[in-house]
């Protein structure tokens, strides 16, 4: 197990504005034995009446993390879980990846195989106040022109042998509901990819963004498993508030 060691402050050396700002940082607290860790981007250290200091502000009501621990503990036993995972210059809290013959939101029928294949999901967790238009059309492309060539075909023509199909899918975490506009864009996202006419399998896109505190989930045609999934869990939480 990992053990937490003090580092001297004399000997850090970073510019904050990238550090805090772009890179993030985790804070964790203590409560009746029970500790809650969450993504922060703002924040600030210096020195006060003397003291070196380090200074965040979080509300008294923030539970994005815990809600996340619920979905992740629900997929554990079919994805790999990858927390502040990097790709191509963008951040996301978590990077779930899953290959199996049937994926984590589907109803698992008869396993027996008459020939051999092979079945992706490329999950990816964002957490954001705000979800607007230019973000979300912003995270669509680089879903088809950055995550799609590398993740799927692996840089390549096309997809690995036997390649039956991969979702690309996004599960975007916000504080504020999406703007009805945005709402629309996200159930009319209809982007599917087959490689020679399918005969290499398809690829297609699931886009979810989630409200916890309004009860709310919105998702493309694509991705009505994971919507379902995640109605699910809120329905079953008491009491929710961020």
Not at 136 to 154: C, M, Q, T, Y
Not at 216 to 223: D, G, L, P, R
Request: charged fraction near 25%.
């Amino acid at each position: 197990m990992h053990n937490f060691q003090t580092y001297p402050i004399d000997m850090l050396e970073f510019n904050p504005f990238t550090k805090i700002g772009k890179e993030w940082a985790l804070v964790t607290t203590n409560a009746d034995t029970k500790d809650n860790t969450m993504t922060i981007s703002w924040g600030g250290v210096g020195v006060m009446w003397g003291k070196n200091v380090v200074y965040v502000f979080i509300r008294d009501t923030r539970y994005t993390k815990e809600f996340i621990d619920i979905i992740l503990n629900s997929i554990s036993d079919k994805f790999d879980i990858y927390h502040n995972y990097y790709f191509n210059g963008r951040k996301f809290v978590i990077y779930a990846y899953c290959y199996n013959h049937n994926n984590r939101f589907e109803t698992s029928g008869d396993e027996s195989k008459l020939w051999d294949t092979r079945c992706f999901e490329h999950l990816f967790f964002i957490n954001s106040d705000n979800l607007d238009m230019h973000t979300l059309n912003n995270l669509k492309d680089f879903a088809i022109n950055s995550i799609e060539p590398h993740f799927v075909r692996g840089d390549g023509k096309y997809p690995v042998k036997h390649h039956l199909y991969s979702h690309i899918s996004f599960i975007i975490i916000t504080r504020n509901k999406p703007s009805y506009e945005v709402e629309e864009a996200i159930k009319n996202i209809t982007w599917n990819k087959s490689y020679m006419f399918s005969a290499k399998g398809y690829c297609n896109l699931k886009m979810v963004c989630v409200t916890p505190r309004e009860y709310s989930v919105i998702a493309n045609e694509n991705a009505k498993d994971i919507k379902d999934f995640l109605m699910d869990i809120l329905l079953h939480i008491d009491h929710y508030e961020d």
